[in-house]
């Protein structure tokens, strides 16, 4: 797994490359705490070339949704999401606990 | 039948996704069938590694694959701690965000996205078995397996 991380003047963008699994969760949780410990709590993830998340992936994401949302001083969304990982998302029901937008301009344009 | 044995780690675990995703083709699971059972797979290793052998790496995971016109079964079995599936609590997938638990996710992904499961424990062996049957119909008869 790769991510790679975009400032924006609003918001800031995580694209993730591969797959997010035990193994590559640490990784990915480590790339979302080194914005959230910066105080930057408006992100995007980009996972357009997710190729698969387990549950310690979707852990991942519902902490920093949590830190990120509390006091409201920010929000987690997800842009560009294949089918398979919508699925696993939809199952998981975090489809109503993140916006989730096709493309990443629209995410961008959100904050 | 086919037998293989993965270290029990967590850097196998994009090995095994390889494994199942061969199996899976091969036994004509469409792609979305694909990624459920390799997700199950990945749920259930990434337990056993966890919660069976606690994270310390000298341990196994035996593979045993089983394909027949209707299905294909995957047993796992490891010589870790008992795990009791009954003491993990399935997650409320409805719950607002502040009162998301963060685990037992995997065995919930498990339940939903395979046909039947069944975990054992026999001779100081945790054995699970994992089914995913195949839908067959009069103009596409379970015949590629």
């Known amino acids: ?14 694209k993730v490359k591969g797959r ?20 930057r709590y408006h992100i995007v993830i980009d996972m357009s070339d997710v190729e698969f998340i387990s549950s310690a992936g979707l852990r991942v994401l519902i902490t920093t949704q949590k830190t990120c949302k509390r006091y409201n001083r920010g929000e987690l969304v997800l842009a560009q999401v294949p089918a398979n990982i919508l699925a696993a998302l939809e199952l998981a029901g975090f489809n109503v606990l993140f ?3 096709d493309d990443l301009l629209t995410a961008v344009g959100n904050f | 039948m086919i037998t293989r044995f993965f270290p029990g780690r967590y850097e196998s675990l994009e090995e ?8 899976a083709q091969a036994a004509g699971l469409s792609p979305f069938e694909t990624y459920k059972l390799e997700t199950a797979v990945d749920e259930a ?17 035996e593979f045993t ?9 995957i047993i796992l079995k490891d010589n870790g701690r008992k795990f009791s599936p009954d003491s993990v609590l ?6 607002p965000l502040k009162k998301r638990k963060d685990h037992g996710l995997g065995i919930f992904i498990i339940r939903k996205w395979m046909d039947d499961v069944q975990f054992d424990y ?16 009069p103009d596409e008869p379970c015949s590629s397996f």
Do not use: W
């Open chain 1, 20 to 39: 997010i699994d035990s193994a590559t969760a640490p990784n990915f949780g480590a790339a979302l705490t080194s914005l959230t410990d910066q105080g």
């Open chain 1, 99 to 101: 916006k989730i937008f």
């Open chain 2, 122 to 137: 026999i001779d100081g062996h945790n054995i699970l078995t994992m089914t995913k049957y195949r839908d067959c119909t």
């Open chain 1, 1 to 14: 797994m790769e991510t790679i991380h975009t400032q924006y003047k609003h918001c800031d963008v995580i």
């Open chain 2, 90 to 95: 399935p997650p409320d997938v409805n719950a």
């Open chain 2, 16 to 23: 095994i996704a390889e494994f199942v995703r061969s199996i």
């Open chain 2, 65 to 73: 694959i089983l394909t027949t016109p209707e299905a294909i079964t």
């Open chain 2, 45 to 61: 290793c990434s337990n056993i590694i966890e919660h069976a052998y606690c994270g310390i790496s000298d341990g196994v995971i």
